[in-house]
């Protein structure tokens, strides 16, 4: 398997700008989760989705974020409008099963630079 | 609630040396207990995981960790450090019955090896 699949590698964009992100999870997979990665918060989890339902967004910052899982294979992330201290890594990350001892599959992740 | 104290943001050693990464746990339910590490430009990656089968356990790469209950704590050791353990460790805490998937993951410890 290629693993967690996440696009674009690096985004740059201006504040104001729409930015989305976006991931393959691993096939199989019936939990995916985003991340947010930042030198002062370290690594937060914004939301999860079980069999492509959203479960748990209370990570999600603000109205400006949202987050659809359309099917097993794909899930977006989107920030609109961006800010600047919305600059970070995004990661992805995919696990199997019912047990929350399973280990998590992460992705590559997104750096996110808003100008 | 649960979360994650991980003592020292930065640890050095040279190579040969023992590499020890502190972590401290607090948790209401039995907890699961995780090591990931990341290397640069990477997403986390599982280096082993407690389950309540054995405190002892190990990872890869040679890594292993202790469960003591006592002192809430899971330190991560390796007997000899290799240049190839320059990376970022995380440790993290999720549980039983917590009404969901939520992985809480610790501020991360940047392990340097000095030749």
């Known amino acids: 398997d290629a693993g967690v699949i996440q696009s674009p590698r690096h985004e740059v964009t201006e504040m104001g700008q729409e930015v989305t992100l976006r991931c393959k999870p691993i096939?199989?997979?019936?939990?995916l989760f985003w991340y947010r990665q930042t030198m002062m918060r370290g690594l937060e989890l914004l939301i999860y989705?079980?069999?492509?339902?959203?479960?748990?967004d209370s990570g999600m910052p603000e109205d400006r974020f949202s987050a659809k899982m359309p099917n097993a294979s794909f899930s977006t992330l989107k920030i609109q409008p961006s800010e600047p201290r919305d600059s970070a890594v995004y990661f992805c990350?995919?696990?199997?099963?019912?047990?929350?001892?399973?280990?998590?599959?992460f992705g590559p992740g997104t750096r996110l630079t808003v100008l | 609630a649960q979360s994650v104290t991980q003592l020292g943001s930065h640890v050095s050693v040279s190579e040969g040396a023992l590499v020890l990464l502190r972590c401290n746990y607090s948790?209401?339910?039995?907890?699961?207990l995780f090591w990931y590490v990341q290397y640069p430009n990477q997403g986390l990656q599982l280096l082993l995981k407690?389950?309540?089968?054995?405190?002892l356990v190990k990872g890869i790469n040679g890594f292993e960790a202790e469960f003591k209950k006592s002192e809430t704590s899971f330190h991560l050791t390796k007997p000899s450090a290799h240049m190839s353990d320059a990376a970022e460790y995380f440790c993290a805490v999720s549980g039983r019955n917590t009404g969901g998937f939520k992985t809480i993951f610790g501020a991360g410890t940047r392990l340097f090896v000095k030749a």
């Open positions: 948790s209401s339910v039995p907890p699961y």
């Open positions: 096939s199989g997979h019936d939990y």
């Open positions: 989705f079980n069999n492509n339902v959203p479960i748990d």
């Open positions: 990350a995919s696990s199997f099963g019912q047990a929350s001892y399973n280990e998590q599959f």
């Open positions: 407690y389950t309540s089968a054995a405190t």
